[in-house]
């Protein structure tokens, strides 16, 4: 080492040791120690390097060369190791010691896993799991060892892959319960790339659909004990453990967060149970950091001082609250600033605007990921009212007065002060993000009205009347025309050239029937431009505006067997939602028309659809319409 710098290295039997070299040259040595890492371990980050040390590695591990990674001595590491060996024990592993041998974990792959998952969970917070895939450093030592042991790129494709399949784990899964399944997948699937498999065969049960349905998304084949064991995982996780999988040590933590909250609810006189992030939040938070305060192990905050300048009445509240709740627990002021920072995030996201807030949401990745955005706006910004889904070139033809901002996850040809890009996820700091561009731009341009776009100057409530006529008999010509026709497809019918006459004639309309083919001819035009089959369903839209037709129709036909979209057959439907209006429509019918095509992205509507009879149907149909007239006109509720 020293010859590759320059320096010679002089050994003098009888008078010792010495080195010779220019100035310049030891100078440039002793900066090369200079750049060694500075990060040092607390006791917690300690065991934590240790623990996954021994999970990653099968063979033996020196103390020694433990010790000289975390530049501490062997006693330290040994004491280190007794105060882990408890924990191991309760996860289902075996900590072997042996002098002249060294120290491993002994246990089950799937516990070697379910320790990786839950130092994950108890380590890694959102913006590490979500926020560190963009190639950059990530500059502490403990972060980049757990993504790197729950494999961050299999995390990334596993949460593309599922939303791909657009389940509705969104829906019926807490964010703490989805992250979970994340971490645990994520795990099971670096933990077979480094060949560290399960061989028990304790899985009884086979491969599942959903399963088989993730590992060819991924192009990935696994050993069968292997697809069984991730078939058990996603069958016990894909359930929301806060309804329906509370383990008995969990109900205490629940009931103190709700106790904590209704106490900081009083003295605050303001309601905070609505703000399910909180609740969520505290419980994630609350377990591991009071179980480190009943271990002894101390709590650091860097920003405590910070907090009690920011929050110093909820501070004083908090630390009461946190007596009452918890008296058998003495919790220092640094655990209390991070109770505090919960609950100023909730205010900050419960806090009202000036006045309320309409948006339409602009999503090209598909179904699931505009889902995914419209439920985590609606848990951190309630005071936001989601108005409507659309493309982007929807979107951008919008008339101003329909919306106060647009939300897109791309890039859109609008001025800036019209919409701001948010990914999917919508990160705490891009809550942060929306909120202030509400404050600092939505909030300071004139409120939209219906007047401007109907080009008055006051609209009196004979004039909103007026038009509630207009829009109520539209909707009442249109609903009550609105029939569904279940169908039995016969051997050599399957394309939908040969099912249009049939379908059409079912319409029941003269003027219809008068025009059959051409009609027929431009449903079929309109199709040969792209797919009109809602993704991840059966279910078709096919529409057209004709000469031929006199008013705005809706009709719904159910076949037996899939019907042929495609020459090479490769896009079917089982359901067809046809919606047909004349060539010159006035504005109010398009809206409305348009408005049905946005339901299109509910769950709920895609079900009825499906299975549900023209009634209920028709008054899931009006319900929404009756909710977007009473927003296109600003209706207020007489109290």
Not at 97 to 103: K, N, S
Not at 444 to 451: D, E, F, L, V, W
């Amino acid at each position: 080492m020293l010859a590759a710098n320059g320096i010679v290295l002089h050994r003098i039997a009888g008078l010792g040791i010495r080195i010779e070299a220019d100035n310049e040259a030891l100078e440039r040595f002793k900066q090369s120690f200079d750049r060694s890492d500075p990060f040092e371990y607390s006791a917690e980050e300690r065991k934590i390097i240790i623990f996954c040390r021994l999970l990653e590695h099968d063979e033996p591990l020196k103390l020694f060369s433990l010790a000289h990674e975390l530049r501490v001595t062997m006693p330290t590491v040994s004491h280190d190791l007794d105060e882990l060996e408890e924990t191991m024990l309760r996860q289902g592993l075996t900590l072997v010691r042996r002098r002249g041998y060294g120290v491993e974990v002994n246990g089950s792959e799937e516990a070697k896993r379910h320790s990786i998952s839950l130092l994950a969970l108890n380590h890694l917070d959102d913006s590490d799991l979500f926020g560190q895939f963009q190639d950059q450093t990530v500059t502490n030592p403990i972060i980049a060892q757990l993504l790197d042991m729950i494999g961050k790129e299999n995390f990334k494709k596993l949460e593309q892959a599922l939303w791909e399949l657009n389940v509705d784990w969104p829906d019926t899964l807490t964010e703490s319960d989805y992250t979970r399944m994340l971490i645990k997948l994520s795990v099971a699937l670096t933990r077979i790339e480094h060949k560290c498999l399960i061989t028990e065969q304790i899985y009884g049960k086979d491969s599942s659909p959903l399963l088989n349905s993730l590992l060819n998304i991924l192009r990935l084949q696994l050993p069968v004990e292997e697809q069984r064991y991730l078939s058990e995982l996603l069958g016990n996780e894909a359930v929301a453990q806060s309804s329906l999988l509370i383990h008995h040590d969990d109900m205490s933590a629940i009931e103190g967060v709700k106790q904590l909250i209704r106490y900081v609810e009083k003295q605050l006189h303001m309601s905070l149970m609505e703000d399910r992030s909180l609740e969520e939040g505290l419980i994630q938070h609350i377990k591991p950091a009071f179980q480190r305060i009943l271990d002894g192990i101390a709590i650091r905050n860097p920003m405590l001082v910070q907090i009690k300048k920011d929050y110093s009445s909820l501070f004083s509240i908090m630390r009461s609250g946190v007596q009452e709740v918890y008296p058998q627990l003495k919790i220092p002021d640094e655990e209390i600033g991070y109770l505090v920072m919960h609950f100023g995030a909730s205010l900050e996201r419960l806090k009202p605007f000036s006045r309320k807030i309409r948006a339409v949401l602009v999503c090209t990745s598909g179904i699931g990921s505009s889902k995914l955005l419209a439920v985590k706006i609606a848990k951190r910004l309630p005071q936001i009212d989601l108005i409507g889904h659309y493309s982007w070139y929807e979107a951008t033809r919008l008339p101003e007065s329909r919306y106060d901002l647009i939300i897109s996850t791309v890039d859109l040809p609008l001025e800036p002060n019209r919409y701001i890009k948010l990914s999917p996820m919508l990160s705490p700091e891009e809550t942060n993000q929306l909120r202030s561009y509400i404050e600092d731009i939505t909030l300071k341009k004139a409120a939209p009205s219906i007047a401007t776009e109907l080009g008055e100057t006051v609209q009196s409530p004979m004039d909103r009347l007026l038009l509630l006529q207009l829009y109520s008999g539209i909707v009442l010509r249109l609903l009550d025309g609105f029939r569904v026709h279940d169908l039995a497809l016969s051997v050599g019918q399957e394309p939908l050239e040969k099912q249009l006459p049939s379908m059409l004639s079912l319409v029941a309309k003269p003027y219809v029937d008068k025009h059959t083919e051409k009609i027929a001819e431009q449903l079929l035009e309109r199709e040969r431009l792209g797919s009109v089959v809602i993704p991840d369903t059966k279910l078709a839209l096919l529409h057209t505006r004709s000469e031929w037709i006199e008013e705005p129709l809706l009709v719904l036909f159910r076949y037996d067997r899939p019907l042929d979209l495609s020459e090479d057959s490769s896009i079917q439907a089982l359901q067809l939602l046809m919606m047909l209006g004349p060539l010159k429509l006035d504005k109010y019918s398009l809206e409305l028309l348009s408005e049905i095509s946005a339901m299109l992205l509910l769950p709920d509507l895609l079900t009825l659809l499906e299975n549900g009879d023209a009634a209920s149907i028709q008054l899931f149909i009006s319900r929404k319409l009756e909710s977007y007239i009473k927003t296109k006109l600003e209706w207020r509720e007489s109290s």
